[in-house]
């Protein structure tokens, strides 16, 4: 898993509770703004920077698909700092 957890904020301008239909969470990673949308019925999106990245279907629940999208952003974003951390190693390997 991640090191490096993202922080997610649900958002407070839907409907929350029973009877919602969409759960909205953000989190921000450096410049990238990540967004999972989840459906009591076990659906969820993805979006990253407003692209959408990823979409689940068919969890037990709206919670089940907030993690299985969670996990995706985290191998993402994990993905891209292991990737600067190598550029910038290769940098400095090249210096003299």
């Known amino acids: ?8 904020t649900p ?3 839907l409907p929350a509770g029973k ?4 759960q909205r969470f953000t989190a921000t ?3 990238d703004r990540l ?3 989840t459906m009591p019925w076990g659906e969820g999106d993805l ?3 407003d692209k959408p990245i990823a979409h689940v279907a068919d969890e037990l629940s709206g919670g089940d698909a907030f993690r ?3 996990a995706i952003a985290e191998k993402i974003e994990d993905g891209k700092t292991a990737a600067a951390g190598r550029a ?3 940098r400095k390997a090249g210096q003299t």
């Open 47 to 49: 979006t990253i920077n």
């Open 11 to 13: 958002d407070l301008s």
């Open 19 to 22: 009877g919602a239909t969409v």
């Open 68 to 70: 299985d999208l969670e």
């Open 1 to 8: 898993m991640t090191t490096n957890k993202l922080d997610w």
């Open 35 to 37: 967004e999972i949308d």
């Open 29 to 31: 990673d450096g410049d």
């Open 88 to 90: 910038d190693s290769g």
